[in-house]
């Protein structure tokens, strides 16, 4: 083949390759497609031994970039069905299990983050004075643990926790906020927290809204960096 074909080959391929991206944001592929149903049946059979379960054909919802599957528990016809999301350029991990969630303990999860979030905020408190509000978000299934067990950071929760944090921003500048993210890592890991992710909003009033100027987000394990802090400028509701 000469040089010239293959120069044109690259053009067309060059001309296609957005097509194909947009047709495939909007439209999924066929690979994904196929794969997203074994995906969850392998899910359901490794999480839901005791139980079969049919598995539809799966359809591509773009708003959530990836393939939904409607699966029915066989025996059990009162139940609706349940909605998994598979997502991955070919199919190949469940993002969204709706029994798993239709199983949490709600009314203890409740309990647990309101002592979770002020034993936390206690913790940050006292070496970090702009911490006004942090929310821990637990999830732990039915019958784990006994009617009314009680907050301890030993407890084995079905994933570490995410930690929202409002921080007083008023005079604070980005290295102020990258400080404070710092610190907030190196206390949160001293106490063992097993947390996977924080995410730190700080925050001012201004004419009687609540705006947020700066915002950063670290994990247990990474390490924290300046450039990490997003400047912002968001208005936010008050509630």
């Known amino acids: 083949m000469t040089r010239k074909k293959w120069l044109y080959i690259l ?17 999924g592929n066929p690979v994904a497609k196929v794969n997203s149903k074994f995906t969850a049946q392998r899910y359901l059979a ?14 591509y919802n773009f708003k959530v970039g990836g393939y939904e599957v409607a699966v029915e528990r066989i025996g059990d016809k009162s139940a609706e069905d349940y ?12 993002h969204y299990d709706p029994i798993y969630y ?9 309990e647990l983050e309101k002592s979770a979030n002020e034993e936390i905020l206690e913790k940050l408190q006292a070496e970090i004075k702009e911490i ?8 732990v299934l039915k019958g784990r643990y006994p009617e009314g067990a009680t ?16 921080i007083d921003g008023q005079d604070l500048k980005k290295e102020d ?33 609540r705006i947020l100027n700066y ?18 400028n968001k208005h936010l509701d008050i509630h």
């Open 11 to 27: 053009i067309i391929l060059a001309l296609l390759t957005p097509v194909l991206v947009i047709y495939f944001s909007f439209q």
């Open 46 to 59: 490794k999480t839901y031994p005791e139980d079969e379960f049919y598995v539809g054909d799966p359809f």
């Open 215 to 232: 915002s950063i987000g670290f994990t247990k394990d990474k390490k924290i960096k300046q450039r990490h802090v997003s400047i912002d």
């Open 177 to 209: 906020v990258f400080k404070i993210a710092k610190d907030m890592q190196r206390i949160l890991n001293e106490e063992k927290y097993n947390y996977e992710r924080v995410s730190i909003n700080s925050q001012v009033f201004h004419e009687g809204s």
């Open 132 to 139: 006004q509000e942090v929310h821990a978000n637990l999830e």
């Open 151 to 166: 907050w301890s950071r030993d407890l084995e929760l079905e994933k570490p926790f995410y930690l929202w944090v409002a």
């Open 102 to 110: 239709e199983n949490l303990d709600e009314a203890l999860i409740r």
């Open 83 to 94: 909605y998994f999301t598979v997502v991955g350029i070919f199919g190949t991990k469940v």
